[in-house]
T-cell receptor
Framework: GQQVMQIPQYQHVQEGEDFTTYCNSSTTLSNIQWYKQRPGGHPVFLIQLVKSGEVKKQKRLTFQFGEAKKNSSLHITATQTTDVGTYFCAGPLTGNQFYFGTGTSLTVIP | SAVISQKPSRDICQRGTSLTIQCQVDSQVTMMFWYRQQPGQSLTLIATANQGSEATYESGFVIDKFPISRPNLTFSTLTVSNMSPEDSSIYLC?????????FGPGTRLTVT
């Protein structure tokens, strides 16, 4: 079945350092979504990427969709303590159903 | 966007009992999704609930264990039946289309 793996599983960074999480799918994806889940919270949608090679930015966050549409990355520049949480990528199963990646837990040390 | 509420927010239950979780959305939606998130893990889709038809279950989840109701376009329930400690998880409902999903706050279930 479809598998969506993320690396690293955990990342500790000093505040101000950059952070990147990588998402890899065993199959080609029509699109990919990214979510953030704060400790004790629920996942919150960040962005969707659809096109091969697409790059989107949200302030300090940069999202990229691979040329083959099987991988994606999320890069955070100059992390802040508010960036703490687990970041999930999600690829479509069918239509409106999504399969979530394994997640990367980010800790930011002040 | 959609605002989703869930009840209860948390519960501690004894093994062998059942718990019904309610999910309410502030707008009419065609599909509602139920996920399980075990401690420190990712989200696993349990089933998709469509109004007016039987829920569609993912591999590893069965209707006898996780019966779902969808009486109208704004409400759904998930029952966790004959619970065991392995059912201790956060259960989340969500709604959404092709572009994004909105999640409820979750129900944290502990089975003793």
């Amino acid at each position: 079945g479809q598998q969506v793996m993320q690396i690293p599983q955990y990342q500790h960074v000093q505040e101000g350092e950059d952070f990147t999480t990588y998402c890899n799918s065993s199959t080609t994806l029509s699109n990919i979504q990214w979510y953030k889940q704060r400790p004790g919270g629920h996942p919150v949608f960040l962005i969707q990427l659809v096109k091969s090679g697409e790059v989107k930015k949200q302030k300090r966050l940069t999202f990229q969709f691979g040329e083959a549409k099987k991988n994606s990355s999320l890069h955070i520049t100059a992390t802040q303590t508010t960036d703490v949480g687990t970041y999930f990528c999600a690829g479509p199963l069918t239509g409106n159903q999504f399969y979530f990646g394994t997640g990367t837990s980010l800790t930011v040390i002040p | 966007s959609a605002v989703i509420s869930q009840k209860p927010s948390r519960d501690i239950c004894q093994r062998g009992t059942s718990l019904t979780i309610q999910c309410q959305v502030d707008s009419q939606v065609t599909m509602m999704f139920w996920y399980r998130q075990q401690p420190g893990q990712s989200l696993t889709l349990i089933a998709t609930a469509n109004q007016g038809s039987e829920a569609t279950y993912e591999s590893g989840f069965v209707i006898d264990k996780f019966p779902i109701s969808r009486p109208n376009l704004t409400f759904s329930t998930l029952t966790v039946s004959n619970m065991s400690p392995e059912d201790s998880s956060i259960y989340l409902c969500s709604v959404g289309g092709t572009y994004e999903q909105y999640f409820g706050p979750g129900t944290r279930l502990t089975v003793t």
